[in-house]
């Protein structure tokens, strides 16, 4: 027996508060939901359609809305005569150079065929097998919904050692790049993400990447790059070494969405998901939790939102299926909250952690830290602070701030966190 649609108390179809990045290809997350950064959508259109190629990079705070943005833009130039894909590329810092090249290699592939899936040529059984191969060995992107194109197969295998690649790569990007202009493309525009909370360390290495193949790759007439993660971690990728640094423009760095326009953005979700279209929707909460949700979560739009589908859904597990329900308080909600995150957090970080959290708290919940205060906050040494707040950050607890300058790093609790206490 199917389980009833209790979102439909609201006359919403399903949970408005998903926390998937919109896309151009889905009907559950189109990016016509899209509110805001009018101007960042601009700037970054501008840089793309200024020269034959480009490089940028989007940094901000975790759940900001950086890789909405993105897709955004590519669907903005898409239209402008572009070609892209909805893949986004990871950047795997514990790899080799080669296997940058061979991801971006494959993502150009991908938007040539997603443009003209009946695409042929030299140029293009050149890239052919050369994507093959790197996925068959596990590399690059995963398997496209387009498959391998012009007549390839998942089941034959082809060996190509990764000197080859780099041997190869380049000449082969390069002219796939000249076909796909030549076919009427005005460029093509891949997305680079997965710079979430990198250690320093792994930044540093893939600012490495970057710099193995500034020639063979990034430079290529027809190649629009964008690169997003968090601003520390960005900045370290993009601006580390001068050979990167004089190829990118700055970082763009988002602010978080202003009040009306996460209010907006709400609305359009609730209009898109409207049940039956003779009756109007129902806000499930009322104004004063998006308000208070706003401020506690200081622009972390995916985080706010898990924190709404999270408590109105077991609010909405205890009401009757028939029953009329008013639009969920902020008193209700908040103890929901308070009890899921707990015990949530709880499980996750082992009573130390935890007890040290709850010191941190009957503080000031909402102060900034740095180590040093941490240490005499705790009185415990400096390296078992590092290894709580390591804890801390990986439970969503607590999350770095950019660096300023040559200052110490400071930590912040989450909104998550701060509603558990």
């Known amino acids: 027996m199917a389980l009833p649609n209790l979102w439909g108390l609201y006359n919403l179809r399903s949970s408005p508060f998903f926390q998937a990045t ?6 559950a997350t189109p990016l016509r939901l899209f509110v805001g950064r009018q101007r960042e959508r601009q700037l970054l259109l501008t840089t793309i359609g200024s020269s034959a190629s480009s490089r940028q990079a989007v940094a901000g705070r975790p759940g900001i809305g950086k890789t909405t943005l993105v897709q955004t833009v590519k669907a903005d130039a898409q239209a402008d005569g572009y070609w ?10 514990e790899a080799a150079s080669e296997h940058l090249l061979g991801q971006l290699l494959s993502g150009v592939y991908d938007a040539v065929l997603a443009n003209l899936p009946s695409a042929s040529g030299p140029e293009v059984e050149a890239a052919q097998q050369l994507v093959r191969s790197i996925r068959l060995r596990g590399g690059g992107l995963t398997v496209s919904a387009f498959g391998l194109g012009v007549g390839g197969s998942q089941s034959e295998s082809v060996a190509t050692p990764p000197g080859a ?3 190869d790569g380049p000449r082969v990007l390069r002219d796939l790049l000249r076909y796909a202009m030549g076919q009427g493309a005005r460029g093509i525009v891949l997305h680079l993400n997965n710079l979430e909370n990198l250690s320093e360390a792994d930044a540093s290495r893939a600012a490495d990447l970057l710099r193995g193949i500034r020639d ?3 430079l290529h007439d027809g190649l629009h790059l964008i690169v ?7 900045r370290t990728v993009v601006q580390s070494h001068t050979q990167i640094r004089s190829v ?3 970082p763009l760095i988002l602010e978080p969405l202003a009040l009306e326009d996460v209010e907006q953005l709400l609305a359009n979700r609730y209009e898109a998901l409207q049940l039956d279209q003779a009756r109007p929707w129902r806000s499930p909460v009322e104004e004063a939790v998006v308000n208070r949700l706003y401020q506690l979560f ?7 939102l898990k924190a709404l589908e999270d408590g109105i859904t077991a609010l909405l597990g205890l009401t009757s299926a028939g029953e009329g329900v008013a639009p969920v308080g902020l008193e209700d909600l908040s103890l929901t909250l308070r009890q899921r995150n707990q015990a949530e957090l709880q499980d996750q970080l082992g009573d130390n952690a935890w007890e040290r959290l709850l010191a941190w708290a009957r503080v000031d919940s909402a102060s900034i830290r740095t180590q040093a205060q941490l240490v005499e906050l705790w009185q415990v040494k400096q390296p078992s602070v590092s290894q709580t707040l390591q804890q801390l950050i990986e439970a969503g607890a607590v999350e770095a701030l950019p660096r300023r300058g040559r200052e110490a790093i400071q930590y912040l609790m989450t909104g998550t966190a701060r509603l558990a206490l």
């Open 22 to 27: 919109l896309r151009a290809d889905s009907a």
């Open 84 to 93: 892209s894909s909805d893949e986004i590329i990871p950047i795997n810092a």
């Open 298 to 304: 200081r622009g972390d739009l995916r985080g706010m």
């Open 248 to 250: 990118f423009s700055n």
């Open 165 to 167: 690649l780099l041997l």
């Open 216 to 218: 063979q790759a990034l």
């Open 228 to 234: 997003v993660g968090t601003t520390d971690a960005v």
